[in-house]
């Protein structure tokens, strides 16, 4: 699903609008100390206890084949999606779209992007690696004047469209509404039925109509460490699956 065109974009726009491994040579002793040693901790590779292939019974197989089948199907639906409905939309690798999701122009997702069904996106969202928007989020306003007298709203045409950007490794609950033209950092959490007005800082926590900053999810060392595994390439990782 990637292609050379959005990861040229993804590398002009690194120190703007998605963030960077800023204050590197910090970040890289972060990650040293933190035992990351440059990499993202990959569960196939760590010392947890996992069956060997050799031993995989049955039903073990069949769920490993079932796993990888409904992997390829999804990736097969994501790219007739992307070719026919989202036309010109640009998306990286791993990109999952929900049922009913309503797309406009000048979209752009990076790799492991997660839309979750009846989503409603205006033109010219943009949204970074490994970030996840839940079921009926919305991105509306800035679509109508409404201060010229004598004139009906209906009529009375469209502002300059604007951009609306969601960094890296962000998760928007539920519901949640923002109104196009913010700005949300890297790394932050908004909760389900918010209703975001302004921009959100990097790594907050943010609740409630309209949305306020309840908390952050890093201190700022860990903020350091997890910028600097943001900005790595991106890398698969294991999938929590569905709520049991």
Same mark, same amino acid.
């Given at each position: 699903?990637?292609?050379?065109?959005?990861?040229?974009?993804?590398?002009? +726009?690194?120190?703007?609008?998605?963030?960077?491994?800023?204050?590197?040579?910090?970040?890289?002793? @972060?990650? +040293?100390?933190?035992?990351?040693? /440059?990499?993202?901790?990959?569960?196939?590779?760590?010392?947890?206890?996992?069956?060997?292939?050799?031993?995989?019974?049955? #039903? /073990?197989?069949?769920?490993?084949?079932?796993?990888?089948?409904?992997?390829?199907?999804?990736?097969?639906?994501?790219?007739? @999606?992307?070719?026919? +409905?989202? +036309? /010109?939309?640009? =998306?990286?690798?791993?990109?999952?779209?929900? $049922?009913?999701?309503? &797309?406009?122009?000048?979209?752009?997702?990076?790799?492991?992007?997660?839309?979750?069904?009846?989503?409603?996106?205006?033109?010219?969202?943009? =949204?970074?690696?490994?970030?996840?928007?839940?079921?009926?989020?919305?991105?509306?306003? #800035?679509?109508?004047?409404?201060? $010229?007298?004598?004139?009906?709203?209906?009529?009375?045409?469209?502002?300059?469209?604007?951009?609306?950007?969601?960094?890296?490794?962000?998760?928007?609950?539920?519901?949640? &509404? @923002?109104?196009?033209?913010?700005?949300?950092?890297?790394?932050?959490?908004?909760?389900?039925?918010?209703?975001?007005?302004?921009?959100?800082?990097?790594? #907050?926590?943010?609740?409630?109509?309209? #949305? $306020?900053?309840?908390?952050?999810?890093?201190?700022?060392?860990?903020?350091?460490?997890?910028?600097?595994?943001?900005?790595?390439?991106?890398?698969?990782?294991?999938?929590?699956?569905?709520? $049991?």
């Amino acid at each position: 699903m990637a292609d050379g065109t959005s990861d040229l974009l993804y590398e002009k +726009r690194e120190s703007t609008e998605f963030g960077s491994g800023s204050a590197a040579a910090e970040a890289a002793l @972060l990650l +040293r100390r933190s035992g990351m040693n /440059g990499t993202i901790p990959d569960i196939k590779n760590s010392n947890l206890s996992v069956p060997s292939v050799g031993k995989l019974n049955v #039903a /073990g197989w069949r769920s490993v084949l079932v796993g990888e089948s409904k992997g390829v199907i999804k990736q097969i639906r994501a790219w007739i @999606l992307v070719r026919f +409905r989202y +036309r /010109g939309a640009l =998306v990286g690798k791993s990109f999952h779209v929900g $049922k009913l999701v309503s &797309i406009g122009a000048g979209f752009i997702a990076g790799d492991y992007v997660y839309i979750g069904p009846h989503s409603q996106l205006p033109p010219h969202v943009h =949204v970074g690696h490994y970030t996840s928007l839940s079921a009926h989020v919305s991105i509306v306003g #800035a679509d109508h004047y409404f201060d $010229k007298p004598g004139v009906p709203v209906v009529f009375s045409g469209r502002p300059p469209s604007c951009a609306t950007t969601i960094g890296r490794d962000v998760l928007i609950g539920h519901g949640a &509404i @923002l109104l196009r033209g913010i700005t949300i950092g890297n790394g932050a959490v908004v909760g389900a039925g918010a209703v975001v007005t302004r921009d959100v800082p990097p790594y #907050a926590i943010v609740a409630g109509i309209p #949305a $306020k900053v309840m908390r952050y999810r890093f201190d700022e060392q860990e903020q350091v460490i997890h910028e600097a595994m943001l900005a790595l390439p991106t890398k698969r990782g294991e999938h929590p699956g569905p709520l $049991k």
